[in-house]
């Protein structure tokens, strides 16, 4: 195994009792290298909240064929906690276990990455569903992705539900204000613009649209119901 960062590569021979560690392995675990790193020293690192899933984890590897595949917390001497990744399989022979191989990586970093990124998309997902606007997202052919509660709840569309038509032509009835509407669409930064706009039950609203385009083409459609 090839270490790569902090990706420590271990190896254990049960028959001999002899374990192989890189040199920043016990680093981990917030231990020294002349100590002698046994699995009970692995545990008393755990956090409290990972220990049991850790020795299920471990037992499942040892007795079956699965290999080992975990995320779980250490807890250092200055109760620093870190975020480790490890890896592993079991070799046997005559079906008994001749050695056991593994890697363990520090994933603090990418971990506090990934939670920062979950709030964020947590604060968009509760911005999209409770602002009192109406929000589209549609690609660059004018197919609607997804809509947010307002626009169901002003103009009546259920995403879900099959109107056997394209939603644009049910709510720009008209052709030539659904021509304007789609080219408004096509063009986003184009600023603001009043449409006259029909709820899925035929009702007229009375509408301003703006659009905006993503880094991915992805088009966010923002309306204001003037009505």
Excluded: C
Aim: hydrophobic fraction near 30%.
């Amino acid at each position: 195994l090839i270490a790569l960062d902090r990706s420590i590569p271990r190896h254990r021979t049960p028959r001999s009792h002899r374990q192989l560690n890189s040199s920043n392995h016990h680093s981990l675990y917030d231990l020294t290298q002349s100590e002698d790193l046994k699995l009970k020293d692995v545990f008393s690192r755990l956090h409290p909240d990972d220990l049991d899933r850790y020795k299920n984890e471990v037992s499942n590897t040892l007795n079956s064929h699965q290999d080992l595949n975990i995320e779980y917390r250490v807890i250092h001497s200055d109760e620093s906690i870190y975020w480790l990744w490890a890896r592993g399989s079991v070799k046997r022979s005559n079906g008994e276990i001749e050695s056991v191989t593994g890697i363990t990586s520090d994933i603090t970093e990418s971990k506090t990455l990934r939670r920062k990124l979950d709030l964020e998309r947590e604060k968009f997902e509760m911005l999209f569903d409770r602002i009192p606007v109406l929000i589209t997202v549609f690609n660059p052919e004018i197919n609607i992705n997804e809509v947010n509660r307002e626009f169901e709840k002003v103009l009546g569309y259920d995403p879900a539900k099959d109107y056997g038509k394209d939603p644009i032509s049910i709510f720009y009835p008209d052709e030539n204000v659904r021509k304007e509407a789609v080219e408004h669409m096509s063009n986003p930064g184009g600023g603001w613009k009043e449409f006259e706009v029909r709820t899925t039950t035929g009702e007229k609203r009375y509408q301003l649209w703006s659009n905006i385009q993503l880094s991915d083409s992805t088009i966010v459609g923002i309306g204001y119901d003037i009505t």
